[in-house]
């Protein structure tokens, strides 16, 4: 079955004029990113990669927010067995395991050889910012607030925000975001270059990305991908080892009953209390 004409819970895909438009949809409020959301993404972007007739994409979320990030309470049967009493070494190769599949869907969005250009409105948070970092531009609206919250859910963040902010934002600004798990504005957002443009609203930032994206598309598409291409791979050894490095990392350390905290605080709706146990 085509890409174009597969049902999907979590997006939804359209193809006109040599552009395609990917539209996060949910199903978990502000379109957080759940198992349908995990499952979906790789052969969208892959259908994409392999379609001769899309020459560029937008990404962008629907209502008033790009995403809420990981859809912790959907997710939280997946960290059962790792988080469970005695969890050894099954448990956690099979959590890595799931690690990696889960980066390949953000890798599939920045691997994809048509540039995708991300329209950014409302709060992006944690894998939010890990898929708008895999896109090659990054648009916004002047609504639009940033973070990479997964510190405060006991988590190294490890879809790429750790591999992929430093090349954008620099290594500063990535470790102040990352440590702190602040929110930031639009306006910080574009004078740290995680954005290239800042819109009035949803729909003027969203007419700007299809602009872009058709600029691109009117390109000779071939050379487009040769300069997506050759921009990669002075960077794709690099992001690759950190992304390897993390899931390792976190397979081995992310168990803890700080994050248990964190999933049941999430659950009651109360501030967690972290112990650094």
């Not at 174009?4 to 979590?10: I, N």
């Not at 979320?61 to 939280?76: R, V, W």
């Not at 708008?132 to 925000?161: H, N, P, Q, Y």
């Not at 049941?264 to 650094?276: I, L, N, S």
Request: glycine share 8%; with cysteine; proline share 4%.
């Amino acid at each position: 079955m085509s890409y174009r004409t597969a049902e999907y819970e979590a997006f939804e895909v359209t193809v006109a004029e040599h552009v395609a438009e990917v539209t996060l949809i949910g199903p978990g409020r502000g379109n957080a990113m759940g198992p349908a959301f995990w499952a979906e993404l790789v052969p969208i972007f892959r259908g994409i990669d392999a379609d001769p007739d899309v020459r560029s994409v937008v990404l962008t979320g629907s209502g008033k927010h790009f995403s809420y990030g990981l859809d912790l309470p959907a997710m939280a049967g997946d960290f059962g067995s790792v988080l469970a009493d005695g969890a050894k070494a099954k448990a956690r190769t099979d959590f890595h395991d799931m690690i990696k599949r889960m980066q390949d869907g953000i890798n599939a969005v920045a691997d994809c050889r048509k540039p995708v250009v991300a329209a950014i409105a409302g709060w992006c948070i944690g894998g939010g910012v890990d898929l708008i970092t895999a896109a090659d531009i990054r648009l916004a609206s002047a609504d639009a607030k940033f973070s990479v919250r997964e510190v405060k859910v006991a988590i190294v963040a490890d879809m790429g925000s750790l591999a992929r902010l430093p090349l954008i934002v620099g290594d500063g600004h990535t470790r102040d975001l990352a440590l702190t798990g602040k929110d930031i504005d639009a306006a910080r957002a574009e004078r740290i270059g995680l954005v290239t443009e800042v819109y009035d609203d949803r729909d003027a930032v969203l007419a700007a990305a299809r602009e872009s994206a058709a600029q691109i598309a009117a390109n000779p598409p071939l050379v487009v991908q040769g300069v997506k291409t050759v921009l990669d791979h002075s960077r794709a050894a690099r992001v690759d080892d950190s992304l390897r490095y993390v899931a390792a990392w976190n397979a081995a350390f992310l168990p803890s009953n700080d994050l248990t905290e964190a999933i049941t605080a999430v659950f009651e709706k109360r501030p967690p209390e972290f112990r650094g146990e």
